[in-house]
């Protein structure tokens, strides 16, 4: 065939390769085809190893009884219950510090990174220092230093720190008044739970209310609303929940509740930890608001509080939440560090302890990414739905 009539052929007739898409698509199936071999020269080389052992694989471990004690748990156990309790306990260990650092690093952060923009000299350099301190120490190093150089120099319960002879601070942890449920108890609940309902729905009414420029109702109509109900039904039911106080009985206490050394300790250095980098991701979201805006408000005869409540601060979330969501989840998988102080998180008792125990490597292994996975994208979910809920707002 001549070259020209050649050449006009491959011009009708590309080869099948020289289109864009089939080459992609090409390239995605023999990715594809690569990973599933390379998974499964893994599985057939785990499953080898393990029958050379004579290691029994499957789940089969989470019946079998634990036989070890955890120091803190939000549920009934003992060390007769099984892995799969153990499974829950160390989870919602997890979950607590999360919950518990995420709302204390939030406050904390956001104080910080509006106290770096004041116009106060003192208060802004104390700011700059607290962050560039904080955030270049190591969050091993600050666990263990609220552990061993502030908790664990506390003194001995008979010469306890005592607060207003409620609350007591020793080196055996934080004791706190324990609060005892009567007969009537879940009414005064569900009124805390319907008051409740009622500020969500009164924050909702006065946000509508100030779009629209009609007066909110006040805050202390609010206030009374939301605080009315649960002290009504505690009086009318004889007040059903009370306190028990700690109380000093020979060498240590008796009564009450008691924040172990280590959940007190985790806390604190998370949130301090993580408090100084939302610092700085507050104070950008705050300078990314246009001066025009501040401006605007101070001719309007706003104060400089209201103005970064009511002006400032909601048009500077859209910034702030993206790189918030990462610290969540920064401070969730930093728990994990707790295992350096014997607090019974998920990674300690479940990765760690149940791991040693019964071999069972590849499948808590696989359920340890799992479930970090799972809190991870549930975190994000919310998060993205918090940040489109914001973005929809019209400023």
Do not use: C
Request: avoid cysteine; hydrophobic fraction near 55%.
């Amino acid at each position: 065939m001549p070259l020209e009539a050649r050449s006009r052929r491959s011009a009708q007739y590309p080869p099948i390769y020289s289109n864009p898409k089939v080459r992609a698509t090409l390239y995605q199936l023999a990715l594809l085809a690569a990973v599933g071999f390379l998974g499964y020269a893994v599985f057939t080389n785990a499953r080898a190893n393990l029958a050379a052992r004579h290691i029994a694989s499957g789940f089969g471990f989470f019946e079998h009884t634990a036989g070890f004690g955890v120091n803190q748990t939000l549920i009934s156990y003992s060390e007769t219950d099984t892995y799969g309790r153990v499974f829950i306990v160390g989870l919602l260990n997890t979950l607590l510090v999360a919950a518990v650092g995420i709302v204390f690093a939030t406050v904390l952060g956001f104080m910080v990174g509006i106290a770096r923009l004041s116009n106060n000299w003192l208060v802004a350099r104390f700011a700059a220092a607290y962050v560039e301190v904080i955030r270049n120490l190591p969050l091993l190093f600050q666990i263990l230093f609220w552990y061993l150089a502030v908790l664990g120099a506390l003194p001995a319960p008979r010469h306890s720190i005592s607060v207003f002879d409620v609350v007591f601070l020793s080196n055996r942890g934080i004791l706190v008044p324990r609060p005892i449920l009567g007969g009537h108890a879940g009414l005064v609940i569900v009124s805390m739970v319907m008051a409740i309902a009622v500020a969500l729905v009164l924050r909702i009414v006065a946000e509508r209310r100030r779009s629209t420029g009609r007066k909110p109702p006040s805050l202390p109509l609010r206030v009374g609303l939301t605080l009315a109900p649960p002290l009504v039904a505690w009086a009318v039911w004889g007040f059903p929940i009370t306190f028990e106080r700690p109380e000093l009985n020979g060498f240590n206490f008796v009564g009450g509740d008691r924040i172990i050394p280590e959940f007190a300790a985790l806390v604190v250095a998370l949130s301090i930890y993580t408090a100084s980098f939302i610092a700085e991701i507050v104070r950008a979201g705050l300078l990314a608001v246009p001066r025009g805006q501040v401006e605007a408000a101070y001719s309007l005869g706003l104060r400089s509080a209201p103005t970064l409540r009511l002006i400032v601060v909601p048009q500077a979330l859209r910034v702030i939440i993206p790189p918030l969501t990462s610290q969540y989840l920064n401070l969730t998988k930093n728990s994990s560090l707790a295992v350096a102080i014997g607090y019974p998180d998920f990674f300690a008792v479940f990765s760690g302890t149940t791991l040693n125990q019964t071999g069972q490597a590849i499948e808590i292994i696989a359920i340890t990414m799992g479930v970090y996975l799972a809190i991870s994208l549930i975190t994000s979910l919310l998060m993205n739905w918090y940040n489109a809920r914001v973005g929809s707002l019209e400023w």
